[in-house]
């Protein structure tokens, strides 16, 4: 119960400040109507999907959100300026006073909100049009992608990951087997207690941002040690699974291992390429960015930004990485050459198999063609590339921090403006 009320507030409360951040982008749209450039045409469609409420709750979460706006633009400033204006005080020689009067310019004209002024780096280049360069968590998680996937929904499966891995199977592109579902009710799909003599990775069916994620290394006669030191036998690690799954199903599958080349990079935990496709124009699929990302301190378990991580951006033509950083909500780490918990060297290093990088990915989005949109985990192992996870609604921040760039006015905002017009989210006469 305690659970279910968490996800709940979660799921409304985020909704809520996507809300909040999107007002000042919805009221602009609606003074300024579209013109041909990719920015005016995308930010057309999202203005129309903001005021036009799907359902009671959607309309309860904008009308809370009108109201709580000026609440949690000017709480959010206080707690992330605590956070970082010293810093960047120190840094990038902006005044706190300065940083204070940005968040508040750049929310208005640009629809920033504190954290993603520090994730942006827009200290840097404080101008609304800067600001709006970038492509806005709102913006890709309620906005033109959702649009889209209402518009023409999709039949393949990225959400649920036994699905997901389902779907890869029949159309034969390389992922991780799924061994077993659990349930608290019971275990589904497990032919024998041998499939689970080895290294075990669980996780939730739909969760997201490594949230519930588990290791249990196998450590022989049939035990296995969790990641956080508990050892039991295999039916008492399913019980102890089971238990954890009155929230959701989880999956348990085998766990995969990077490269040795990447050894020194991944702190024990799989170090995932996330990838961002896209259908061009012809309805092609079409590689836009890559970044690797890398767990680092106590955390061995995932690699995901949220749950404290590091990414650096990829080049997509020599597959070598740049200077890695974390989601830059807290600024004390900067940009860093090297892993702080190996001393590996980032920057510099060239990715294996990258030569295969571009096809594997456009390959995998052909096989969920009725999607417009795709962010790939991929993992780079000793015998190749593959997939672990597909997200419908990537989080574009990580990308956009990571090659510190807005995506807006880059390749993306022009698939996604020629998107809008060809469902017709943004009429013909309007975008001439």
């Known amino acids: 119960m305690v659970r279910s009320l968490r996800r709940f507030v979660r799921s409304h409360g985020t909704k809520v400040i996507y809300r909040v951040a999107g007002l000042p982008i919805a009221i602009r749209a609606l003074r300024h109507p579209p013109s041909g450039s990719p920015g005016k045409l995308v930010r057309s469609a999202y203005r129309s999907r903001y005021w036009t409420p799907a359902s009671v709750g959607d309309l309860a979460e904008l009308l809370f959100g009108l109201l709580a706006a000026p609440i949690l633009v000017i709480g959010m400033m206080i707690w992330f300026t605590a956070r970082n204006g010293q810093v960047i005080r120190k840094t990038a020689k902006r005044s706190i006073i300065a940083q204070l009067g940005d968040q508040i310019w750049l929310y208005v004209k640009a629809g920033v909100l ?46 649920d990951k036994a699905e997901f891995a389902r779907w890869c199977e029949a159309r034969s592109v390389p992922t991780i087997p799924v061994l077993a579902v659990v349930r608290h009710d019971g275990v589904d799909g497990l032919r024998s207690l041998d499939q689970l003599a080895g290294d075990l990775f669980v996780k939730p069916v739909d969760g997201k941002g490594g949230r519930g994620a588990q290791r249990w290394d196998y450590v022989g006669a049939g035990r296995h040690r969790s990641s956080d030191g ?14 954890e799954s009155w929230s959701g199903p989880r999956i348990i599958q085998p766990r995969v291992f990077n490269h040795s080349d990447l050894e020194p990079l991944n702190n024990g935990a799989l170090a995932t390429v996330r990838a961002l496709t896209c259908l061009d124009e012809s309805g092609d699929p079409e590689l ?36 890695a950083s974390n989601l830059g909500m807290d600024s004390s780490i900067g940009w860093i050459d090297r892993h702080p918990t190996s001393d ?89």
């Open 114 to 159: 504190p954290p993603w002024y520090y994730v942006y780096e827009l200290h840097r280049h404080p101008v609304k049009r800067a600001a709006r360069s970038f492509i806005q968590r709102c913006e890709c998680k309620d906005g033109v992608p959702a649009l889209l996937r209402h518009l023409c929904p999709p039949a393949s499966e990225l959400t």
């Open 344 to 432: 590996a060297r980032i920057a510099g290093v060239r990715l294996p198999h990258w030569d295969q990088f571009r096809a594997f990915t456009e390959r995998a989005h052909r096989a969920f063609s009725d999607r417009v949109l795709i962010g790939w985990d991929v993992a780079i192992t000793p015998d190749g590339l593959i997939l672990v996870e597909g997200n419908g609604t990537p989080d574009l921040d990580i990308m956009q921090r990571a090659y510190r760039r807005g995506w807006m006015t880059d390749r993306l905002g022009q698939l996604l403006s020629h998107h809008v017009v060809q469902f017709g989210c943004v009429e013909i006469a309007e975008a001439a």
């Open 288 to 323: 836009l960015g890559a970044v690797l990302r890398m767990a680092m301190g106590e955390n061995r378990v995932v690699d995901n930004l949220h749950a404290g991580g590091i990414a650096t951006a990829v080049d997509l033509e020599t597959g070598r990485l740049g200077l």
């Open 230 to 243: 508990k050892e039991l036998d295999t039916i008492g690690m399913l019980f102890a699974i089971a238990a």
